[in-house]
T-cell receptor, first 115, second 113 residues
Framework: AQSVSQHNHHVILSEAASLELGCNYS??????LFWYVQYPGQHLQLLLK??????LVKGIKGFEAEFIKSKFSFNLRKPSVQWSDTAEYFC?????????????FGIGTKLQVIP | DAGVTQSPTHLIKTRGQHVTLRCSPI?????VSWYQQVLGQGPQFIFQ???????GRGNFPDRFSARQFPNYSSELNVNALLLGDSALYLC????????????FGPGTRLLVL
């Protein structure tokens, strides 16, 4: 069965600290990987995505993620966080089999950035 | 442009009742997906519809059903409500099926008493 694991459920960082949020998935076939973010009081919105090609993808607001196929991982990084990055971050996998889709989200990581 | 809209925003039902939730996608988007988000969890995929056909299904019982209309709007129906169905129900729209970026609506918060 397809699954997504986010290892850090709650992360607290000071401003300017570096961020890395882990995401591991289990699925034997081709996957498409996403990171979504939910700022307080707002909808889920796309941060970045990986479909194919360069495994290092850049998203909005200085975020990037690296797809490592051998490790089934898609970790999210940011060199220097800001207070405005306080939000909940979700990793998601979409697998497509015969034109039929299965979408799986991780449990989410709450990031709190302290000024 | 208007984003994904959902109605109602909040709903209170009792066990055993039926509920219908509605979603209007972003203009030009032909695919709608439904998710259930329980407090403290990530969204759980329920259905995806594209051009009025089911194109994806999660692990939910048959009490959950959905449909998509010619104007690409969609309804999620839940029969015989249980307390455990209390959750935020999210709708997301995308241009096509996969792989596509999904744009999420604000959700409908359902409370089952």
């Amino acid at each position: 069965a397809q699954s997504v694991s986010q290892h850090n459920h709650h992360v607290i960082l000071s401003e300017a600290a570096s961020l890395e949020l882990g995401c591991n998935y289990s699925y034997g076939g081709t996957v498409n990987l996403f990171w979504y973010v939910q700022y307080p009081g707002q909808h889920l919105q796309l941060l970045l995505k990986y479909f194919s090609g360069d495994p290092l993808v850049k998203g909005i607001k200085g975020f990037e993620a690296e797809f490592i196929k051998s490790k089934f991982s898609f970790n999210l990084r940011k060199p220097s966080v800001q207070w405005s990055d306080t939000a909940e971050y979700f990793c998601a996998v979409i697998a497509n089999s015969g034109g039929y889709q299965k979408v799986t989200f991780g449990i989410g990581t709450k990031l709190q950035v302290i000024p | 442009d208007a984003g994904v809209t959902q109605s109602p925003t909040h709903l209170i039902k009792t066990r055993g009742q039926h509920v219908t939730l509605r979603c209007s996608p972003i203009s030009g988007h032909k695919s709608v997906s439904w998710y259930q988000q329980v407090l403290g969890q990530g969204p759980q995929f329920i259905f995806q519809y594209y051009e009025k056909e089911e194109r994806g299904r999660g692990n939910f019982p048959d009490r959950f059903s959905a449909r998509q209309f010619p104007n690409y709007s969609s309804e999620l129906n839940v029969n015989a409500l249980l307390l455990g169905d209390s959750a935020l129900y999210l709708c997301a729209s995308s241009l096509g099926v996969a792989p596509e970026t999904q744009y999420f609506g604000p959700g409908t918060r359902l409370l089952v008493l």
